[in-house]
């Protein structure tokens, strides 16, 4: 029961945020909701007994990825979005009812041929006997995942000085202008 | 510890002058490079004295493990016995005199940190080589002091023709280098190691256990090595870049061409002697060519003029004399004629160079003539030098190269054909010494009135090392005066270098004539050759040039055209390099760059770029740049894969 | 009992959100967000399928998208900030370099 109740009560602030999050006309308010989405999935992780994922999503996501954006929208400086009627016409009406539609048969079919119960080894009376979910998610990354793991790092380097060279200042001399630009 | 220094100084010598101190002074500089080397002398004397007091034996000194890669190790060990030990002195100490003197050459260049820079790297990287206790240390000083070579002949690199001259240097030497290599390989292949010490091991006391594919390999593994040993030593064919080579400063030369760089060869032969005595085969091509490069050398400096080119020409003869010495299966006759070789031609070079500096840089023989009266000092050391080297009865040379002529002419009749031409060379090169005597110091003054007026003799920095050589010149042939003649301790140092040598005992049957006893009247004999050759030819050359060249040398000269043609262009040798080696080379480098390189290469590069561009020109047509409708018929996509899918 | 389909649905209509955002809103900001909630709806589908199936893959899987979105962000707000500079605006409909 407890389960169920939790689970509704972040499922609701979770439907919630997210509307609000593509209906704000400020990009600032967006965001914190999208924060406030961020936690509340967290606190689902959480409930799903994913402790190291919830804590990284709170880590990474909601502390590292929205401030950047926080950063981003204060350094712009943009004023609130016009309201322009949304700018649909009648192709974008019907491509947008398509989507839903769409969207709504396939979740229809996930809802029809689902599996229940559990197949696997690490239930979560073994994870918590074999040293908690942080342990336990350690121990599958370094071993059967530490190719990606590696890769994943070197990826992160390249994005920092992708990331660096993107935005860098563009310099004047010799009317030199937009070359940095292009990376 | 002492033993690590001897090897620091060097190097500390060379990373100050070359990357800190570059703004001094020169005078600076070259007291930095002098003091380095002479630190590094007084640690290789008191070692070599400690060793030497310890009884002598071969000791090897662990440094750090450096390569270790399955059964192939190459620590870098070093290894100190006798031979290497009189490398040490020999290196250490003519170095320090030559850095001395180098000091008084150089004194007019602005900026002399990049010379002592190098010549201080040169030296570790020599002492490198002959301390090592492995082949690949070896080679590591083995390819250092080709660089160096090259770095210190391209000094005045301004020029053209003297980075030319350096490149000509580093490439012939490359080419041996392939030779040297392959003797490695080999020598890993076969015998499962390449330290001296294990391989001397192996050969002599393990000598029974040597399978008949390794007795074998042995024969090509000193084919190989020996074709490094010409590179490196100035042998035919890879003689060509040491006559170039002196497009360096004087000092260069003295040091590098003349007492330690070209002989290495000889060293590395005698190092792996127990190795060579195998190969009977190999021993021949090497007196050989020995011999052949003895006489050949000696037969174009005959006719030179360029005072350092004859040094030149003479050096790779009197290399010719240790190759030979090697060959015979004499390796302490060998490395004694390199021991006495490093100071009367280091001598000769220095002297030359103080004549050259007196002359402001003019090298041409005909230009000079009477120098005796205004630098008399020099005159005095050359003289004495000059008789070192033609083997004047009571110098050095005397006692050096008859020995090795001595046992090529005892080695049976194999070696006779060597003895021959060993003697001629002999007779050649009392000849164009005595020669060159007489043209630099005798007769009148052929220079014009300006240079004339500024001769002078040179500092006491420049001729104060000489006169040390001088003395060494004349004195230190009595280390190893043979027994015929009245003297309290003969052969002192084929003695010496007795545990260095070891004949393995399967061949020593062969090598017999070695240690076998001889008719004092034959040896006697030799000698006699040997001086009357030298008497003849130099009261020839006195006659023909003590006052500039005298009406017989014009008409030998001219009644012998054609020869005295073919000998100044050295045999036309480089022309033949340049038509069948190097022009080819060159038309190949030139047809795989214009063509491969630029037009193929490039263009399959560049074709790809442009593919790319064309293609992606013809299917951009569609977009219009908004995001929205790119967004749009993205989802559109996905919703109608998802719907394949599922139904 | 929780099952999976709550997950799933959840996870759809957020990623429903998410498209919208990305297919409608006109700011480039607005658009970047819109995808950082669709990569959390896949991050839930991933989670809840660990959780049912008794396998911790679907975990790990989660990390390495938090990384990747990680780096996407940053290289794609730089981009924003480039932009921003050579065009001054961050609306979409003005932004059509991309016209082939």
């Known amino acids: 029961m407890t389960q169920e109740l939790v689970f509704l009560a972040f499922a609701a602030l979770i439907a919630l945020c997210s509307m609000m999050v593509i209906l704000s006309r400020n990009a600032v308010v967006s965001a914190i909701y999208l924060v406030g989405d961020l936690f509340s999935l967290a606190g689902l992780y959480a409930s799903m007994d994913a402790h190291f994922v919830a804590a990284i999503q709170v880590l990474v996501y909601a502390?590292?990825?929205?401030?950047?954006?926080?950063?981003?929208?204060?350094?712009?400086?943009?004023?609130?979005?016009?309201?322009?009627?949304?700018?649909?016409?009648?192709?974008?009406?019907?491509?947008?009812?398509?989507?839903?539609?769409?969207?709504?048969?396939?979740?229809?079919?996930?809802?029809?041929?689902?599996?229940?119960?559990?197949?696997?080894?690490?239930?979560?009376?073994?994870?918590?006997?074999?040293?908690?979910?942080?342990?336990?998610v350690g121990m599958v990354l370094f071993t059967k995942y530490l190719w990606p793991f590696e890769l994943a790092s070197m990826l992160i380097l390249l994005a920092i000085i992708a990331a660096i060279v993107i935005a860098k200042k563009e310099q004047n001399k010799d009317g030199d202008t937009r070359r940095l630009a292009h990376g | 510890?002492?033993?690590?220094?001897?090897?620091?100084?060097?190097?500390?010598?060379?990373?100050?002058?070359?990357?800190?101190?570059?703004?001094?002074?020169?005078?600076?500089?070259?007291?930095?490079?002098?003091?380095?080397?002479?630190?590094?002398?007084?640690?290789?004397?008191?070692?070599?004295?400690?060793?030497?007091?310890?009884?002598?034996?071969?000791?090897?000194?662990?440094?750090?493990?450096?390569?270790?890669?399955?059964?192939?190790?190459?620590?870098?060990?070093?290894?100190?016995d006798r031979l290497s030990g009189m490398m040490l002195l020999i290196i250490t100490g003519i170095g320090s005199l030559i850095h001395?003197?180098?000091?008084?050459?150089?004194?007019?260049?602005?900026?002399?940190?990049?010379?002592?820079?190098?010549?201080?790297?040169?030296?570790?990287?020599?002492?490198?080589?002959?301390?090592?206790?492995?082949?690949?240390?070896?080679?590591?000083?083995?390819?250092?002091?080709?660089?160096?070579?090259?770095?210190?002949?391209?000094?005045?690199?301004?020029?053209?023709?003297?980075?030319?001259?350096?490149?000509?240097?580093?490439?012939?030497?490359?080419?041996?280098?392939?030779?040297?290599?392959l003797g490695i390989f080999l020598t890993f292949k076969y015998f499962?190691?390449?330290?001296?010490?294990?391989?001397?091991?192996?050969?002599?006391?393990?000598?029974?256990?040597?399978?008949?594919?390794?007795?074998?390999?042995?024969?090509?593994?000193?084919?190989?090595?020996?074709?490094?040993?010409?590179?490196?030593?100035?042998?035919?064919?890879?003689?060509?870049?040491?006559?170039?080579?002196?497009?360096?400063?004087?000092?260069?030369?003295?040091?590098?061409?003349?007492?330690?760089?070209?002989?290495?060869?000889?060293?590395?032969?005698?190092?792996?002697?127990?190795?060579?005595?195998?190969?009977?085969?190999?021993?021949?091509?090497?007196?050989?060519?020995?011999?052949?490069?003895?006489?050949?050398?000696?037969?174009?400096?005959?006719?030179?003029?360029?005072?350092?080119?004859?040094?030149?020409?003479s050096t790779v003869s009197q290399l010719?004399?240790?190759?030979?010495?090697?060959?015979?299966?004499?390796?302490?006759?060998?490395?004694?004629?390199?021991?006495?070789?490093?100071?009367?031609?280091?001598?000769?070079?220095?002297?030359?160079?103080?004549?050259?500096?007196?002359?402001?840089?003019?090298?041409?023989?005909?230009e000079m003539g009477g120098l005796r009266k205004y630098m008399p000092i020099t005159h005095l050391v050359m003289f004495v030098g000059v008789l070192a080297i033609i083997g004047f009865p009571g110098l050095s040379g005397f006692f050096s190269k008859d020995e090795i002529l001595w046992r090529a002419w005892t080695g049976g009749d194999r070696y006779h054909i060597q003895w021959v031409l060993g003697a001629l060379a002999a007779v050649c090169t009392s000849f164009y010494m005595v020669r060159l005597l007489m043209l630099t110091f005798y007769g009148k003054n052929r220079s014009d009135h300006h240079t004339q007026e500024h001769l002078h003799e040179t500092s006491v920095t420049m001729w104060g090392p000489l006169v040390v050589l001088a003395v060494l010149s004349a004195g230190v042939g009595y280390l190893n005066v043979p027994h015929i003649l009245p003297f309290p301790a003969p052969l002192l140092f084929e003695h010496y270098l007795d545990p260095v040598i070891s004949i393995?005992?399967?061949?020593?049957?062969?090598?017999?004539?070695?240690?076998?006893?001889?008719?004092?009247?034959?040896?006697?004999?030799?000698?006699?050759?040997?001086?009357?050759?030298?008497?003849l030819s130099s009261i020839l050359a006195i006659g023909m040039y003590s006052d500039g060249f005298s009406k017989l040398a014009h008409s030998l000269g001219s009644t012998l055209k054609g020869a005295h043609r073919v000998l100044t262009h050295k045999y036309y040798v480089d022309e033949f390099y340049d038509a069948y080696f190097v022009s080819p080379l060159r038309d190949i480098a030139q047809f795989l760059w214009k063509i491969v390189d630029v037009v193929i290469i490039d263009g399959i590069v560049n074709g790809v770029g442009q593919a790319c561009m064309l293609i992606g020109g013809l299917s951009s047509f569609r977009m219009s740049g908004s995001l929205h409708r790119h967004g749009m018929v993205m989802i559109v996509g996905i919703v109608c894969m998802l719907s394949v899918l599922f139904f | 009992m929780v099952s999976i389909d709550h997950y799933l649905v959840l996870a759809t209509f957020m990623f429903l959100c998410g498209t919208l955002g990305?297919?409608?809103?006109?700011?480039?900001?607005?658009?970047?967000?819109?995808?950082?909630?669709?990569?959390?709806?896949?991050?839930?589908?991933?989670?809840?399928?660990?959780?049912?199936?008794?396998?911790?893959?679907?975990?790990?899987?989660?990390?390495?998208?938090?990384?990747?979105?990680?780096?996407?962000?940053?290289?794609?707000?730089?981009?924003?900030?480039?932009?921003?500079?050579?065009?001054?605006?961050?609306?979409?409909?003005?932004?059509?370099?991309?016209?082939?």
């Open chain 2, 504 to 535: 393995p005992p399967s061949v020593a049957d062969y090598w017999h004539h070695l240690h076998a006893e001889y008719p004092h009247s034959l040896e006697w004999g030799i000698m006699g050759v040997s001086v009357v050759g030298m008497a």
């Open chain 2, 320 to 366: 010719g004399y240790m190759v030979l010495g090697c060959g015979v299966g004499a390796y302490s006759a060998g490395v004694f004629h390199l021991f006495t070789h490093a100071c009367f031609k280091a001598l000769l070079f220095l002297g030359a160079g103080s004549v050259i500096v007196a002359m402001h840089h003019k090298q041409d023989m005909r």
């Open chain 2, 100 to 181: 001395i003197y180098a000091g008084g050459y150089m004194h007019e260049e602005a900026a002399t940190y990049r010379f002592f820079s190098y010549l201080n790297l040169f030296v570790f990287m020599m002492l490198l080589l002959v301390l090592g206790d492995n082949l690949l240390v070896m080679f590591i000083g083995w390819e250092g002091v080709g660089l160096c070579s090259y770095l210190l002949i391209g000094y005045w690199y301004e020029d053209d023709k003297n980075a030319a001259a350096g490149m000509k240097a580093f490439l012939v030497n490359r080419i041996g280098d392939i030779g040297f290599l």
């Open chain 2, 1 to 80: 510890m002492l033993f690590w220094l001897i090897l620091f100084f060097p190097l500390l010598g060379a990373f100050l002058n070359g990357l800190v101190l570059r703004k001094v002074s020169p005078t600076v500089s070259h007291i930095l490079g002098a003091a380095a080397l002479i630190a590094a002398f007084v640690c290789a004397l008191i070692t070599y004295l400690q060793f030497m007091g310890a009884g002598g034996e071969a000791q090897v000194i662990n440094g750090m493990d450096w390569i270790e890669a399955g059964t192939f190790k190459a620590p870098f060990n070093f290894i100190l």
């Open chain 3, 22 to 100: 990305v297919l409608f809103r006109r700011n480039l900001l607005m658009v970047l967000m819109s995808i950082e909630l669709m990569l959390n709806a896949v991050n839930l589908v991933f989670v809840s399928g660990s959780r049912m199936l008794g396998n911790l893959d679907g975990q790990v899987m989660v990390f390495f998208i938090i990384t990747v979105a990680a780096c996407e962000a940053g290289v794609g707000l730089a981009m924003v900030i480039a932009l921003f500079r050579r065009y001054g605006t961050v609306d979409t409909n003005f932004l059509r370099i991309l016209r082939g």
């Open chain 2, 192 to 313: 499962h190691t390449i330290s001296f010490s294990q391989l001397k091991e192996m050969v002599l006391t393990a000598s029974a256990n040597l399978s008949g594919e390794q007795l074998e390999a042995i024969g090509w593994i000193t084919l190989a090595l020996f074709v490094g040993a010409c590179g490196k030593s100035a042998q035919m064919p890879l003689y060509v870049w040491l006559p170039d080579a002196m497009a360096g400063p004087t000092p260069v030369s003295a040091l590098i061409h003349a007492a330690t760089m070209v002989t290495a060869g000889i060293y590395m032969m005698t190092r792996l002697n127990f190795m060579f005595y195998l190969a009977p085969d190999t021993q021949m091509v090497v007196a050989s060519v020995g011999a052949i490069t003895a006489l050949f050398a000696a037969t174009i400096a005959l006719v030179q003029y360029d005072i350092k080119k004859v040094l030149a020409y």
């Open chain 1, 63 to 136: 502390g590292a990825i929205v401030v950047l954006f926080m950063f981003v929208i204060m350094l712009l400086n943009l004023g609130p979005d016009q309201r322009q009627h949304l700018q649909v016409s009648a192709p974008e009406v019907g491509v947008l009812a398509l989507t839903i539609i769409g969207f709504l048969v396939v979740g229809g079919m996930l809802l029809l041929g689902q599996p229940t119960g559990v197949t696997g080894p690490l239930t979560a009376e073994a994870i918590e006997n074999a040293g908690g979910n942080t342990y336990t």
